[in-house]
């Protein structure tokens, strides 16, 4: 975090909510978080109870303002050195990643062959009215697409809290595209949903678990080879064609005996 005063500022490290800074001299000082912790973002700020000076807290930003040691914050040199505790309350929100692992036929050792070059596109689902609509999962709004590489992997990171959908808009030569998108609700909580790897310890909350990183392993079909619109193409469509017709000459002569 920050701390502010006049021209001065300097930053100290908050580790748990009972750090604190002390041994201030008298004055106004403002407190911003400045880097949230790794895996998290900046959600909210506040003034926690336990305050005795006068604060503020300016609208939509993180910065607290608070006057130690004064009477109030618009009037500085009217001193009370018992309002001498300020107390910045920070929240941030845990931020959840995917890992898309893309892979095909087993191969000769019998195991699992890693796709290259599968792109996937994530949006976030919002539902207004009853009726769902897809939005960029990115803040400035332009589409978030993955590919994956050698190893067939590929991560969607620094996704907030909320229902997604995944779309594979991109398969490798060769092979089929997934054939539903993949709808999530992160953090994920429990299940026994099938593909679905939790990759760390969950967070729980009373009795329920919660995952913010996850791993989807998609397995693709190759695709087969058609013959090209040739001699031997229509060939093979002349043929099925004389076996059908065969087939209900043969069904109407039976009829006829039976008759």
Known sequence: MTFDKGDTSF????SDD??????????VYEVSETLPASDYEFKSAEIAGETNCASN????????????????????????VTKNLGKALYTNERLSSITMKKI??????????????AKFKIE??????????YESAKADGSDYIIETDENGIAVF?????GKYRI???QS???YSLLANPIEVTLPYVTSNDAGVTKNSEPVKVGDTDYYYDLTYTVKNNKLFDMPEAGGGFRATLFGIAIMLIAGGWYTIRKRRRIV
């Open 11 to 14: 930053t100290k490290a908050v």
């Open 167 to 169: 779309t594979e808009v």
């Open 57 to 80: 807290k300016e609208t939509d930003k993180n910065t607290l303002t608070f006057a130690i040691g004064y009477e109030d914050l618009n009037t500085p040199g009217s001193r009370n």
């Open 157 to 161: 990171e620094g996704l907030k809290e």
């Open 172 to 174: 490798p030569k060769g």
């Open 124 to 133: 976030r689902i919002t539902e207004t009215d009853g009726k769902e609509s």
């Open 18 to 27: 009972k750090n604190l800074l002390s041994n201030l001299k008298k004055g």
């Open 104 to 117: 095909g036929e087993k191969d000769s050792e019998d195991k699992d062959t890693p796709l290259k070059g």
